[in-house]
């Protein structure tokens, strides 16, 4: 006998899909199961069943004064199972992140930001004596199973006078570590987007891709900057971390209109763009996507395999045995909805992304009324 069974779920692509969960973990995956459970939830045929959505870019230290949230409000409630902090704190401050996000439901990670005291204050990493590549190392080694990486935010505001010597920092402290995942924040220049590109290299990803900024993707005439292009097909991967001031839906159109694609879906969420928008939630996030002709087959891999591959979570991503039981069971139903970018501008969508399950080791928590 199994703890849940999940039955008469449909795929993303429409097929038929139960599952079976025991002690946390996947235990069966088919279009048709035959088992006993102690708990059997019977989605009717009319509900997706998909990996946990994974947010790969949010700020949710409670403690932290410029940008910060409860896991517990921007993950679970919000069909997402997990989150993954992007470097709002460093290697002085992670350790109490790390007592504060165990007692959550919601599966939370962070990147350790090379600032030692995280995202404090806007401008982080203009003062390089900041950065202490011993401390950032005895981090790891303190929270190897919480760090899942490393942010640097290279912008004018962040930066100051360093341009990209701060990135360079952050390679090098990389290097050092086994070649941890590292996630690079773009905005206004300096430094410019090809001197923060020209540092990068495969399998790091590049977050605030499609941002409206002049030190953005497209170039004065609106088409993608070669050395953009370079740096895509090179393996870097292309993020969207929505946030207040980085989705352009005209930026992110042209992109996929060229074939230019996120690798990942973020949202860059903290509580006050949660609470009163652009952001509101991934589903949101996920919407905006539709709107620009991405199919929710195209969608589900950048919410679920894609960042749990970029960031090395093996067991999480993927409805496999053996894999953890997180599951993003959501409809998708007609409706009408106002949909705003981060630079006021808008669309409609006549198709709403709801859900109503998430499933996190094994436990199922109702969303949205259910």
């Known amino acids: 006998m199994v703890d849940l069974y999940i039955k008469n779920g449909k795929s993303v692509t429409g097929k038929s899909i139960e599952v079976a969960i025991e002690a946390g973990k996947i235990t069966a995956v088919a279009e048709k199961l035959s088992v006993t459970a102690k708990k059997v939830l019977d989605l009717k045929h009319q509900s997706v069943v998909s990996a946990g959505w994974i947010d790969d870019h949010v700020h949710c230290y409670e403690k932290m004064t410029l940008y910060y949230d409860s896991p517990d409000a921007i993950g679970i409630p919000k069909g997402v199972t997990t989150v993954i902090d992007a470097g709002t704190t460093g290697a002085e401050n992670i350790g109490d992140f790390y007592q504060l996000a165990k007692k959550s439901k919601t599966n939370v990670y962070a990147l350790v930001n090379i600032s030692k005291w995280g995202i404090v204050e806007q401008d982080e990493l203009a003062d390089l004596k900041k950065i202490k590549e011993e401390l950032i190392h005895e981090a790891l080694q303190q929270y190897p199973d919480f760090i899942v990486g490393i942010k640097a935010r290279m912008s004018k505001t962040v930066v100051g006078e360093n341009d990209v010597v701060p990135l360079e920092l952050a390679k090098n402290i990389q290097k050092k570590n086994e070649n941890l995942p590292l996630m690079v924040h773009i905005g206004s220049a300096p430094p410019t987007l090809d001197e923060t590109l020209a540092l990068m290299e495969k399998g790091d990803i590049l977050t605030h891709c499609f941002n409206g900024k002049e030190n953005g993707i497209l170039d004065s005439e609106g088409r993608i900057k070669p050395f953009v292009w370079d740096a895509y097909r090179r393996g870097i991967l292309f993020d969207i971390g929505h946030g207040t001031d980085s989705f352009n839906f005209h930026v992110a159109q042209v992109a996929k209109e060229a074939g230019l694609t996120p690798q990942t879906v973020s949202t860059d969420i903290y509580h006050r763009n949660r609470e009163t928008g652009p952001v509101y939630d991934l589903a949101t996030t996920l919407e905006k996507m539709r709107t620009l002709g991405y199919t929710l087959e195209e969608l589900m891999p950048m919410v679920t395999t894609n960042p749990a591959r970029a960031f090395h979570l093996a ?51 109702p969303v949205g009324g259910n």
């Open 315 to 365: 067991t999480k991503g993927e409805l496999k045995p053996d894999f953890d039981a997180d599951m993003t069971i959501f409809n998708v139903v007609a409706g009408e909805k106002g949909l705003t970018d981060s630079n006021g501008g808008t669309r409609k969508t006549n198709e709403l992304i709801q859900p109503i399950y998430t499933i996190v080791n094994g436990e199922v928590y």
